[in-house]
């Protein structure tokens, strides 16, 4: 292969472009390192879920990529640009819901995104009325449109903060929490909202501690733990690097158990006096084990291979416990 030619297969399947990328991204206040040199990498097109505890990074993450607060250190690009350098530019093809919408009282919510509407420069007032319409309509909000926004439930005021950020095609959507305050039916919405979004090839940045929620709507994650990244990748990728177990139900568990050690496995005793369960790791087959066991004439009534959990695997990574419930 002469120099400068790529390979066929890295010609036929290229790296996608990226909707963010960081690298060696910090953020500093006072001693304390709040985002400790990440290299973020979201693929266009993607919905990517934006994982940690509280206090982990990701809010003040979220902000640096906005530029609502400036980096330590470390370079950021939005959809190819290069930020703060252009954000001018960037910044209008890119909707934004973080820490919480932000509303004036006492106007009405149809109103509120009138106003809002009317801050860019780049809209056309002659269209304005159809698009504020549009925008109620896509998160729910219609019926609730010429209620005063100081009388909206949050749930209410997260979905206005979600048709403000709608307002004009996106190619970046940058969600902190969206489902914050919504009862089930409007979580379900959201949910439906951002596939949507996604499938009209926006690419979907949503930051959120509930994992059912990542895991139904989620092409790609990260995690965040004390300001670090500690995984990202694809979900599949991130749920195979948590692991998969062998479970095994046979009579003859103490014989089963003593061919497991010699495969190198740690065989731990499940609930039930006939099953063993052991860490199996990638490069060993439970094909290959089952038929170990046969060879040593343990009678095997059941084998089972079951998946690392994403709940697994960020409670391994974290150290602490996620909210599971949508």
Do not use: W
Not at 21 to 44: H, N, S, W
Not at 275 to 298: I, M
């Amino acid at each position: 292969m002469t120099s400068g030619t790529v390979p066929d297969e890295q010609a036929e399947h290229p790296d996608p472009p990226l909707a963010v990328r960081t690298e060696a991204l910090v953020k500093v206040f006072r001693k304390q390192r709040a985002v400790d040199g990440i290299d973020l990498a979201v693929p266009r097109g993607s919905v990517f879920g934006f994982l940690g505890p509280n206090g982990s990074g990701k809010t003040t993450t979220i902000r640096m990529l906005l530029g609502l607060s400036s980096a330590t250190s470390g370079s950021i690009e939005l959809l190819g640009r290069p930020v703060p350098g252009a954000l001018r530019e960037v910044l209008p093809r890119v909707g934004a819901l973080v820490e919480g919408p932000a509303a004036y009282p006492y106007l009405s919510g149809r109103a509120n995104l009138q106003r809002f509407d009317a801050a860019d420069p780049a809209s056309d007032p002659r269209t304005r009325r159809d698009r504020v319409a549009a925008a109620l309509d896509r998160v729910g909000l219609t019926h609730a449109a010429d209620k005063k926004a100081h009388a909206y439930s949050l749930g209410m005021k997260q979905r206005l903060g979600l048709a403000n950020a709608l307002l004009a095609p996106r190619d970046l959507l940058v969600l902190d929490e969206p489902t914050n305050g919504l009862d089930p039916q409007g979580t379900r919405e959201v949910r439906n909202l951002i596939r949507s979004l996604a499938d009209d090839g926006t690419t979907v940045f949503v930051s959120s501690h509930l994992l059912a929620e990542i895991e139904q709507v989620c092409t790609h994650a990260a995690v965040m733990r004390s300001g670090r990244l500690v995984a990202q990748g694809s979900l599949d990728d991130l749920r195979a690097t948590g692991g998969r177990t062998l479970t095994i139900r046979t009579p003859d568990v103490g014989q089963a158990g003593t061919v497991l050690v010699r495969l190198g496995l740690e065989p731990r005793r499940d609930v039930g006096a006939d099953t063993l369960v052991a860490d199996l790791p990638a490069d060993v087959l439970p094909e290959a084990v089952t038929a170990e066991l046969v060879r040593a004439d343990v009678r095997v009534r059941g084998v089972a291979v079951g998946g690392g959990t994403l709940e697994d695997l960020f409670v391994a990574l974290t150290g602490e416990g996620f909210d599971v419930a949508a």
